[in-house]
């Protein structure tokens, strides 16, 4: 039986700096303004009862240490536009309108969510309320936050973000300096460094590197995962599992790391679970942090986009056929050809080619979070019980994209990955079990079911 509480909200405010902030247009870089990252991002930190904050209100406490932390942040208090005459290009206009914000009471303890706190959240709708008006990307809230105190003395802390602004690791450094800032600091310890004009691209453009991740691919066979009658899962893997994956893989390819084993793994699974053609080209597109691969690498406190989607390419004959050492070369392969060149070619083509979304035709897009820091995130109750993502499948196109999110499996004592996965009701059972026929001897490896309406 699916847990159901009751959530009562208050009023949305809007929360503005504590201080006047320079009033200016901040123009994002030409990785942040893609198509593939106009869309708003939720994150979730679960907070246990900390008797030494007691008769504390952590709404009170986040929503000051907010108003403190825009000082340093204040672009995120503004609103984005698109700037006319230009192709598409978007800027922050520093408004200092401020960032929505929605405290709220449930009904429901941290203990009756159970050991296993990992995505599809119940009720999630009511943790992270869609304020009406607040989701478009341009002219809109750049966050939303709602903090939701629980009948326990716990919290849940829930952000949305305009993804243009931010990627993880940004999002991490901010709500880590919010963090700070409500356990009594004047200021974040990493300065906030804007300098988006490092991301942009060289004039003239040149691509100079392959990048198939934006093909334009037609849907000729309607291979686009349907939003109705959607099964969200998460899968957790901890070190039986990888064990018993890693004696899948030839010798050369022992040293593989984690994050590539899964993502070969699922890549194979899933594709098989959606039946499709042999002869169709199917997508893993690897989420890959740029910041260290740039020459110089950027700056300590740059809080914008910083990463690729680079992406390998083959058939679903091929990938279902051949054994698991296959894919993996295709993922190490995608995930290497990332450098600096790669990322400046990225931003020249977005100018050349109109700023594209990337493929998500017969395309399956996974994101490694174990290391991004959100379960640290501490607002003075400690670290959370659990940080990251939301859901699966979020995106500017639902239902492609898997996060991998540190995760400590309570029933059997380990500390893990776990993965949410979205797929059609029919799909997601044959997935299991292609992934069940990888997985011997068989261990606990579902933890949740939750079938969800076609809104999300």
């Not at 999630?124 to 990307?137: K, M, Q, T, Y």
């Not at 973000?161 to 931010?166: A, G, P, Q, W």
């Not at 939003?227 to 390819?253: C, I």
């Amino acid at each position: 039986m699916a847990l159901v509480f009751k959530v009562r909200r208050s009023e949305p405010q809007l929360v503005a700096p504590a201080k006047p902030t320079p009033k200016e247009l901040k123009l994002l870089s030409d990785i942040d303004d893609q198509e593939g990252l106009r869309f708003h991002i939720p994150v979730i930190q679960f907070y246990k009862y900390d008797p030494s904050m007691k008769g504390i209100d952590p709404a009170k406490v986040i929503t000051q240490a907010l108003a403190k932390t825009l000082i340093f942040y204040y672009p995120f208090a503004g609103r984005l536009r698109e700037l006319p005459g230009t192709q598409r290009k978007l800027a922050v206009d520093c408004t200092a309108e401020g960032v929505l914000f929605v405290e709220a009471d449930a009904d429901v303890t941290l203990k009756d969510f159970g050991d296993a706190l990992q995505p599809p959240f119940p009720c999630l709708e009511d943790l992270i309320f869609d304020v009406p008006g607040s989701a478009g990307v341009l002219n809109s809230p750049l966050i939303l936050i709602q903090v939701t105190r629980l009948a326990c003395g716990g919290f849940i802390f829930a952000l949305r973000l305009n993804h243009t602004m931010s990627d993880a690791a940004g999002l991490v450094q901010f709500m880590t300096a919010l963090g700070e800032i409500a356990r009594g600091a004047d200021s974040p310890s990493i300065p906030p460094v804007w300098q988006r004009e490092l991301l942009n691209a060289r004039n003239p453009p040149r691509v100079t590197c392959e990048h198939r991740e934006y093909d334009q691919v037609a849907d000729t066979k309607g291979t686009i995962i349907p939003l109705d009658d959607m099964a969200h899962r998460s899968f957790f893997f901890g070190p039986t599992e990888v064990t018993a994956l890693r004696k899948l893989v030839p010798p050369q390819f022992h040293k593989a790391s984690t994050f590539e084993l899964l993502t070969a793994c699922l890549w194979k699974c899933r594709t098989a679970a959606l039946k499709m053609d042999a002869e169709e080209e199917v997508r893993i597109i690897c989420i890959v942090n740029a910041r260290s691969r740039f020459n110089p690498p950027l700056p300590r406190g740059y809080y914008g986009n910083g990463f690729a989607f680079p992406v390998a390419v083959t058939t679903a004959g091929k990938l279902c056929k051949n054994p698991i050492g296959y894919a993996l070369e295709l993922v190490k392969r995608a995930k290497d050809a990332v450098t600096d060149e790669y990322m400046r070619s990225v931003a020249d083509l977005m100018v050349s080619k109109g700023r594209p979304h990337f493929t998500v035709v017969r395309s399956y897009l996974v994101s490694d979070l174990t290391h991004a820091g959100f379960g640290d995130v501490d607002v003075g109750w400690g670290k959370a019980v659990y940080g990251g993502a939301a859901k699966g499948g979020v995106g500017a196109v639902p239902g492609v994209a898997s996060f991998y999110i540190p995760f400590k499996n309570m029933v059997r004592g380990e500390q893990g990955i776990v993965v949410p996965l979205c797929l059609p009701a029919q799909a997601m059972d044959t997935f299991v079990t292609e992934l069940d026929s990888l997985l011997k001897p068989k261990a606990p490896l579902i933890n949740t079911t939750h079938l969800i309406p076609s809104s999300l």
